[in-house]
């Protein structure tokens, strides 16, 4: 299920960003990781969300949109802070 998850949210950030990030270990875990530590699929895809309309004018910023950065564990919890309380629910 965990892998499922990460599918999932992997999938929501190329649709998202136009990009075609593929479904392997490299990307996969660091979705993972977040998501055993209690995050949701749907932060994660709030996170995705909110980030994309950040940055998506931005063309240095636009870059960022990717697991690496995204899914950071300390970079994730800084974005998830910045959804808001009811998005975290």
Same mark, same amino acid.
């Given at each position: 299920e965990l892998r499922e998850n990460a599918i999932l949210v992997l999938r929501f950030l @190329?649709?998202?960003?136009?990009? /075609? &990030? +593929?479904? *392997?270990?490299t990307n996969l875990s660091m979705v993972e990781a +977040?998501?055993?530590s209690g995050v949701?699929?749907? /932060?994660c895809k709030? *996170?995705?969300a909110k980030k994309a309309r950040d940055w998506r004018?931005?063309?240095?910023?636009?870059? &960022?949109?990717r697991p690496a950065?995204?899914? @950071?564990?300390?970079?994730?919890?800084?974005y998830i802070g910045e959804l808001g309380a009811e998005a975290q629910s």
């Open positions: @190329n649709d998202k960003t136009g990009r /075609n &990030y +593929r479904l *392997v270990d +977040r998501l055993k949701s699929v749907q /932060n709030s *996170v995705i004018e931005d063309p240095k910023m636009m870059t &960022y949109l950065t995204l899914f @950071n564990a300390t970079k994730f919890e800084q």
